[in-house]
């Protein structure tokens, strides 16, 4: 089996995990078992390749902070924070099952941690690490710098996308690294992983 070592890893550490081939058998798979719930998305580049947002809204009651900014931003991701599912990314895992993700703001990693019955981590293939020290590599010198230019903040990181600069730019998107060493107590968590590449 693809990944099995990842998969083993992760699911010894409490997760549920499914595999998929393309995003788009995952995205079924997951309108499918997520109905007539409250559920909140921390900002993903994976997510929203999927349309996840608008296909979960059939069914669902979706608060989305992703296409805002400054105090709007601030006021839904909040409410993010209290629904009953979250879902998110990460920005790698290791095939050792442990999830890093890097945040500037926290909306992200607050989700990821606490305050739902259920949390999905949806994520792509190219984030597998073989080590925890490489996926922590990964967030930092690949995931971060991408994402920072993707939201066209003014970080040498972005000017470049070679490595990270440690930089003190007020605009800065790693103020936070978050390691899922194994599931959080009191919530169900589903890695959804596929077969693809998506995301940073
Ligand atoms: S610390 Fe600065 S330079 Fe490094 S990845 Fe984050 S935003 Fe980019």
């Known amino acids: 089996m693809k990944y099995k070592k990842l998969i083993q890893a992760l699911e010894h550490n409490g997760y549920k995990v499914s595999f998929f081939e393309t995003s788009v058998i995952a995205a079924s798979y997951i309108v499918e078992n997520v109905r007539g719930v409250t559920v ?4 993903s580049a994976t997510l929203a390749s999927m349309n ?4 979960l809204s059939n069914n669902n009651s979706v608060v989305d902070p992703s296409n ?3 105090s709007e931003f601030n006021e839904i991701a909040k ?3 209290t629904t009953d599912t979250f ?3 990460v920005n ?3 095939e050792t099952g442990e999830l890093v993700n890097i945040d500037g703001t926290g909306n992200r990693v607050a989700g990821s941690l606490f305050g739902h019955k259920k949390i999905f981590f949806v994520f792509g293939t190219n984030k597998v690490e073989p080590t925890l020290e490489k996926a922590i590599w990964r967030a930092r010198n690949i995931a971060a710098p991408q994402n920072a230019k ?3 903040y003014n970080t040498p990181c972005a000017a470049k996308e070679d490595h990270c600069y440690n930089c003190t730019s007020p605009e800065r998107i790693c103020n936070t690294l978050n390691i899922h060493l194994k599931k959080m107590k009191g919530v ?3 890695i959804i992983i596929i077969d693809e590449f998506l995301g940073m």
């Open 40 to 43: 909140g998305f921390g900002d």
């Open 87 to 89: 879902f998110t990314s």
């Open 150 to 152: 993707r939201l066209g």
């Open 92 to 94: 790698a895992v290791a």
């Open 68 to 70: 805002y900014s400054g």
């Open 79 to 81: 409410k993010t924070l």
């Open 188 to 190: 169900e968590a589903e």
């Open 52 to 55: 996840l947002a608008e296909l």
